[in-house]
């Protein structure tokens, strides 16, 4: 079945700190994975997927098969990136799309 | 550019009453979504529909219909409205295809409270 497991509902970093979001899954095959954020009183919106491999916002996430997880990483974290976030999964050509609890970011001055 | 757009914003029911929320999209997308998000439970699907003439139960159906109008539109029903289903509720598109489901765009969302 697929799945999205974020273990942390909360995660509270000083500003300047490393930070990792962790996001485990559970798919049988070759799933996309995506990362979306929700700021205050903004609307979810993607923040990076695996097959871009790119960094936004100084985010970025490698896929590990492996371990079938898609950690999300900063190296040092900013007020600004306070948010909610969510890890979700899609098949490929497959449209239903599955998403993580979420885990609450706060980053502290 | 309006995206995705969700009515109502806010709408407060009795147990048993009924409703449709609506949404939107000018994007030309062909696949679009339904989601509630809940404290502690992240987004969950209720239903998708991968294409216009298509629809499918996500992982929480129960007690709700939808309906795809057009490639535009695609609106949730609540037949008989519980407490349980006090929620924001999320629209989503994507462009979809032969690919898959791709990036999804969402509404604002829509606050429903059922008494």
Request: net charge positive.
């Amino acid at each position: 079945a697929q799945r999205v497991t974020q273990p942390e509902k909360l995660l509270s970093v000083f500003k300047g700190a490393p930070v990792e979001l962790k996001c485990n899954y559970s798919y049988s095959g070759s799933p996309e994975l995506f990362w979306y954020v929700q700021y205050s009183r903004q609307r979810l919106q993607l923040l990076l997927r695996h097959i871009s491999r790119e960094s936004i916002k100084g985010f970025t996430a490698d896929l590990n098969k492996g371990e079938t997880s898609f950690h999300l990483k900063k190296p040092f974290a900013q007020e600004e990136d306070s948010a909610m976030y969510y890890c979700a999964l899609s098949g490929p050509l497959t449209y239903k799309y599955i998403f993580g609890t979420g885990t609450r970011l706060k980053v502290l001055a | 550019n309006a995206g995705v757009t969700q009515t109502p914003k806010f709408q407060v029911l009795k147990t048993g009453q009924s409703m449709t929320l609506q949404c939107a999209q000018d994007m030309n997308h062909n696949s679009m979504y339904w989601y509630r998000q809940d404290p502690g439970m992240g987004l969950r699907l209720i239903y998708y529909s991968a294409s216009e003439g298509t629809t499918d139960k996500g992982e929480v159906p129960n007690g709700y219909n939808v309906s795809r109008l057009n490639k535009r539109e695609f609106s949730l029903r609540l037949e008989s409205a519980a407490p349980s289903q006090t929620s924001v509720y999320f629209c989503a598109s994507s462009e979809g295809g032969l690919q898959g489901a791709n990036v999804l765009t969402f509404g604002a969302g829509s606050r429903l409270t059922v008494l």
